[in-house]
Each structure stands twice: as structure tokens, then as C-alpha cells.
């Protein structure tokens, strides 16, 4: 398996809640992708970034942001929960744009 | 814009029998990847499988094989022996890798749920 990880795995709060999903990798690939799931649903892409300092939002909207300061790292956070944002969150990583990309374990994320 | 689908919400299969996934695609690009990929149920999303387009030989992997039909834009999973470890949602997709608005964006389908039959 990739060395790419998630935390939390699992994750209950209540709406209004500030919260950080992490995503770290220790492959030191530049490019990061942060993915939205729903239940056995596809996969679609919300923040991707190419680098440090880099993020650019991805094809579906989200009121989340994210922050690369160190390539290893790309955390994903909400400032203000809210039942809509319960889904599945996947992080993956690439070498380059166009190779394979390793995916994380996923955070599940249910907002009350 | 691309897209990417998948016609079979869930399949099953006998242990040790062969099953084909079907995925069709649409693109403007001429050049670009296609995946699949496996999620098990409540693990990791690995790679089964990657077909450059330019490429006519089809990509194989083990168990795992496609059958890439470029002008047909269509891109089928076949496994064969399957075994129980298989069951998982199996996830198409495509990536444009030199230019265009989806450059190095993985597009998915929308699964197919296999179940292996011991």
C-alpha cells in the first residue's frame, strides 16, 4: 500500500464545528488532490495542488479550503460544519500530473 | 468536459469464474490515461490497472486485463479466476495528460459494486 495517511478516520460533530482533516505523504510527490465521496458514490475532486504554496480549487464546489505549506502535508479544513458537508473525504498524491495517483485511507466525516 | 460511465451499478460472480466490468468514456483529447481502480469496502483505493491511450496493446495485470477499444471509447475490466478478495466497488477513470482543462485530473465513473460468490 501507498505511504499516504488520513486523520481522523472517523469523525462525529455537531454543525458549526471548526474542523481539520489531515493528509500527509512520505513518497515526496508535489502533486495532492483532495476528493469528495458519498456513499457509493463517485469520486469528485475539490482542491488539487501542484506544489508548496500552490492549491486551486477542483470541478466540484466546496466551502472547504486547504493550505500546503510543506509538500508532505495538505490538510483540508471547515471553518463552520454543517449536515451538508457529511461525506467521505479522500486525499491522494501523485509524482507527476499525469502519473498514477495513491490514495489515503479516507476521513468519514457526519455532521449532527 | 469529460465523462466517464459505468452501466452496471453491482455485478456477482462465482469464486474462480470470469467477470467483465464495462466502462465507457467521452473525450475531445487525444491523449490520456484510463484507470481502474478497487475500493474495498472500508479500505484503501488501490490501482488495479492503467492503459495509455496511445498505446493499442492492451494493458494486463495479473488476473486483471482490459479490453481498450480507442474508437469506440470504450475501456472493459476483465478478472478472471476471480476470488473472494475481489469483492469491492471498482471505480473507471480517465486522465488528459498534455493540455486541456482536465490536465492531470482524474474524472471517475460512478462504480460498479462486484461481489464474489464463494
Known amino acids: 500500500e501507498a505511504d499516504i495517511y488520513q486523520t481522523p478516520r472517523y469523525l462525529v460533530i455537531g454543525t458549526g464545528k471548526k474542523i481539520t482533516l489531515e493528509c500527509s505523504q512520505t513518497m515526496g510527490h508535489d502533486k495532492m488532490y483532495w476528493y469528495q465521496q458519498d456513499p457509493g458514490m463517485e469520486l469528485h475532486l475539490i482542491h488539487y495542488?501542484?506544489?508548496?504554496?500552490?492549491?486551486e480549487k477542483g470541478d466540484l464546489s466546496s466551502e472547504s479550503t486547504v493550505s500546503r505549506i510543506r509538500t508532505e502535508h495538505f490538510p483540508l479544513t471547515l471553518e463552520s460544519a454543517r449536515p451538508s458537508h457529511t461525506s467521505q473525504y479522500l486525499c491522494?498524491?501523485?509524482?507527476?500530473?499525469?502519473?498514477?495517483?495513491?490514495f489515503g485511507p479516507g476521513t468519514r466525516l457526519t455532521v449532527l | 468536459a469529460q465523462t466517464v460511465t459505468q452501466s452496471q451499478p453491482e455485478m456477482s460472480v462465482q469464486e474462480a469464474e470470469t467477470v467483465t466490468l464495462s466502462c465507457t468514456y467521452d473525450?475531445?483529447?487525444?491523449?490520456?490515461?484510463l484507470f481502474w481502480y478497487k475500493q474495498p469496502p472500508s479500505r484503501q483505493m488501490i490501482l488495479v490497472i492503467r492503459q495509455e491511450a496511445y498505446k493499442q496493446q492492451n494493458a494486463t495485470e495479473n488476473r486483471f486485463s482490459v479490453n481498450f477499444q480507442k474508437a469506440a471509447k470504450s475501456f472493459s475490466l476483465k478478472i478472471s479466476d476471480s476470488q473472494l478478495g475481489d469483492t469491492a466497488m471498482y471505480f473507471c477513470a480517465f486522465m488528459a495528460y498534455a493540455g486541456g482543462t482536465s490536465y492531470g485530473k482524474l474524472t471517475f465513473g460512478q462504480g460498479t459494486i462486484l461481489t464474489v460468490h464463494p
Open positions: 491522494a498524491s501523485s509524482e507527476r500530473l499525469w502519473d498514477t495517483q495513491y
Open positions: 495542488s501542484y506544489g508548496v504554496n500552490s492549491t
Open positions: 473525450t475531445s483529447e487525444n491523449n490520456y490515461y
